[in-house]
């Protein structure tokens, strides 16, 4: 079993900065690409950033320059910090992670975890 927790969201006004953070935690062996994706009403859920276990980094076109990923390993953690936020940002923000967990009996296996989703407004 493998928990993500965000946390970071808010009310901003355009122009302002916000950091998410997102915690996995549970049965983890390890952890290979983590990301952020983002939901607005009535559009489907697209990438935002991704990074490796080896801190290569993937951004869409539209955060490209604003929005910078990082990640702790040790401590199994995914930041975004968000900076010259526009309105357009506005949606709610999930954490992925490509996790390799394993049960009580030694069992391994692959998994796409989310979390719970955080909220970003921001203000014209």
């Known amino acids: 079993q493998v928990q993500l927790v965000e946390s970071g969201g808010g009310l901003v006004q355009a122009g302002g900065s916000l950091r998410l953070s997102c915690v996995a935690s549970?049965?983890?062996?390890?952890?290979?690409?983590m990301g952020w994706y983002r939901q607005a009403p009535g559009k489907q859920r697209d990438l935002v950033a991704e990074i490796t276990s080896g801190g290569n980094t993937n951004y869409a076109d539209s955060v490209k320059g604003r929005f910078t990923i990082s990640r702790d390993n040790a401590k199994n953690t995914v930041y975004l910090q968000m900076n010259s936020l526009k309105p357009e940002d506005t949606a709610v923000y999930y954490c992925n992670a490509d996790v390799r967990t394993y049960n009580s009996v030694g069992y391994y296996r692959s998994v796409s975890s989310w979390g719970q989703g955080t909220q970003v407004t921001v203000s014209s």
């Open positions: 549970g049965s983890i062996a390890s952890i290979s690409s």
